[in-house]
C-alpha cells in the first residue's frame, strides 16, 4: 500500500495549528490507511524521535547470542559500521516515506531481501528485529515524545510492519498488536543473555555512536549506556552508569520534548532527506538499489 499522493493538510498543515497532524491521523483508519498514518506520524510528527528510537532499538537486536554471532562472522560492523547502519535507515525510511508498494519502497525491499538472502537467519530472530521496529519506537515516543501516540498510531505501526514483514518472507507474524506484543517480550525474556560477540558487535556500535558527537569520547559512551536497560546491558556486559545520569538524560529528554511542542508543525518530511554519512545529498541522485553495495 502506497501513501496518497494527494495534497492534505499533513504535507502543508496551518503554520501554528499543532494538532492539525493528529486529528488527520485519527481521521484515517489504522489498518486500511497504516502506511499514510505511517508517513505522517514518522515523517511530519516524530522524525527525530523515529531515527533515535530505531538506532536503539538495533542496538537492543544485538542482546541476542544468534543475531550477534551472524554479524560477528560477517564482519560487516566491524569494517563498515557507519554504512552498515546508514542502510538499514534508508531502506526503512524509504518504505515509511514512500510506501512500500511504491517504485521506490519495491526497490528498497528487493535490496532488503537480498542482504537477508545471502545469510541463513531464523525466522524467530527476523521475527523478533521486525517486531523491535514496531514497540520499540511507540515505548520511545510514550516515554519522550512532544504528544502522546495515538491508539491508531500504535496499530498502524503493528500493520505496517506486518506488511512489510510478508513482502520478506517472515513466517508466523502474530495477526494482533497485543499478540505480536507479547511475542516480543517473551523473546527477549529467554534469549537476552551474554555472549562474546555481544559483547564485541555492542562495543563497535557504541563506538559508532560516539563518533557522531563532539564531546569526549567516555563521556558519550557513558550518556548512551545511561539510556540502555539492565536486561540490555547484561546481555552486553555493560557496566551500569550511576542512576543520577540515567535520570539527568531523561531529563534532557524530557526538556527536548516540551520544546518542541511549542514549534509549529513541520511541513516537509524528514526521513530520507536527513544528513548521511555514508550518501551524501541523499536521495538526490540516488535509488534505494544503489544501498547496499559494498
Same mark, same amino acid.
Given at each position: 500500500?502506497?501513501?496518497?499522493?494527494? &495534497?492534505?493538510?499533513a504535507?502543508r498543515?496551518?503554520?501554528?495549528? =499543532? *494538532?492539525?497532524?493528529r486529528?488527520?491521523?485519527t481521521?484515517? !483508519?489504522?489498518?486500511? %490507511?497504516?502506511?499514510?498514518i505511517?508517513?505522517?506520524s514518522?515523517g511530519y510528527?516524530?522524525p527525530w524521535?523515529?531515527v533515535?528510537?530505531?538506532?536503539?532499538a538495533?542496538?537492543r537486536?544485538y542482546c541476542v547470542?544468534s543475531?550477534?554471532?551472524?554479524?560477528?562472522?560477517t $564482519?560487516?560492523?566491524?569494517k563498515?559500521?557507519?554504512?552498515r547502519?546508514?542502510?538499514t535507515?534508508?531502506?526503512?525510511a524509504?518504505?515509511v516515506?514512500?510506501g512500500? !508498494?511504491?517504485?521506490?519502497?519495491?526497490?528498497?525491499?528487493?535490496?532488503?531481501?537480498?542482504?537477508?538472502?545471502r545469510?541463513p537467519i531464523?525466522?524467530d530472530?527476523m521475527r523478533?528485529?521486525?517486531?523491535t521496529?514496531?514497540?520499540d519506537?511507540i515505548?520511545?515516543?510514550s516515554?519522550y515524545?512532544?504528544? &502522546?501516540?495515538t %491508539?491508531?498510531e =500504535?496499530?498502524?505501526a503493528f500493520? *505496517?510492519?506486518?506488511?512489510?514483514g510478508?513482502?520478506?518472507?517472515?513466517k508466523?507474524v502474530?495477526e494482533?498488536?497485543?499478540a505480536f506484543?507479547?511475542?516480543? =517480550?517473551?523473546?527477549?525474556a529467554?534469549?537476552?543473555?551474554?555472549s562474546d560477540?555481544?559483547?564485541?558487535?555492542? #562495543?563497535? /556500535?557504541l563506538?559508532?555512536?560516539c563518533?557522531?558527537?563532539?564531546a569526549p569520547?567516555?563521556?558519550?559512551?557513558?550518556a548512551?549506556?545511561?539510556m540502555?536497560?539492565?536486561r540490555m546491558?547484561s546481555?552486553f $556486559? *555493560?557496566?551500569? #552508569?550511576p542512576?543520577?545520569? /540515567?535520570?539527568?538524560a531523561?531529563?534532557a529528554?524530557?526538556?527536548?520534548?516540551?520544546?518542541?511542542r511549542?514549534?509549529?508543525p513541520? =511541513?516537509?518530511?524528514?526521513?530520507?532527506?536527513r544528513p548521511?554519512? /555514508?550518501?551524501p545529498?541523499?536521495?538526490?541522485?540516488?535509488?534505494p538499489s !544503489?544501498?547496499?553495495?559494498?
Open positions: 500500500m502506497a501513501p496518497s499522493s494527494a &495534497p492534505d493538510r504535507h498543515p496551518d503554520r501554528w495549528d =499543532r *494538532f492539525a497532524n486529528r488527520r491521523i481521521s484515517l !483508519d489504522p489498518e486500511r %490507511d497504516h502506511a499514510e505511517m508517513r505522517i514518522s510528527e516524530f524521535d523515529y533515535r528510537a530505531l538506532e536503539f538495533l542496538f537486536t547470542p543475531i550477534s554471532a551472524l554479524l560477528a562472522r $564482519g560487516e560492523f566491524e563498515r559500521p557507519q554504512q547502519y546508514d542502510d535507515a534508508l531502506l526503512m524509504e518504505l516515506e514512500h512500500y !508498494d511504491s517504485p521506490r519502497g519495491r526497490d528498497a525491499l528487493r535490496v532488503v531481501n537480498r542482504l537477508h538472502g545469510y531464523a525466522n530472530d523478533y528485529v521486525l517486531s521496529f514496531v514497540y519506537p515505548e520511545w515516543i516515554t515524545g512532544w504528544r &502522546p501516540l %491508539d491508531h =500504535r496499530l498502524a500493520h *505496517f510492519y506486518r506488511a512489510v510478508a513482502r520478506m518472507g517472515i508466523e502474530p494482533t498488536y497485543e506484543r507479547d511475542f516480543k =517480550r517473551a523473546y527477549e529467554e534469549h537476552f543473555t551474554y560477540t555481544n559483547r564485541r558487535i555492542g #562495543q563497535y /556500535t563506538d559508532l555512536f563518533s557522531w558527537y563532539p569520547k567516555p563521556l558519550t559512551s557513558r548512551v549506556l545511561a540502555l536497560d539492565a546491558l546481555a $556486559g *555493560f557496566d551500569p #552508569q542512576p543520577w545520569l /540515567t535520570t539527568l531523561h531529563h529528554l524530557r526538556l527536548r520534548a516540551h520544546t518542541v511549542l514549534l509549529p513541520r =511541513r516537509e518530511p524528514s526521513l530520507t532527506s548521511n554519512r /555514508t550518501y545529498n541523499y536521495p538526490t541522485g540516488y535509488r !544503489d544501498i547496499g553495495a559494498p
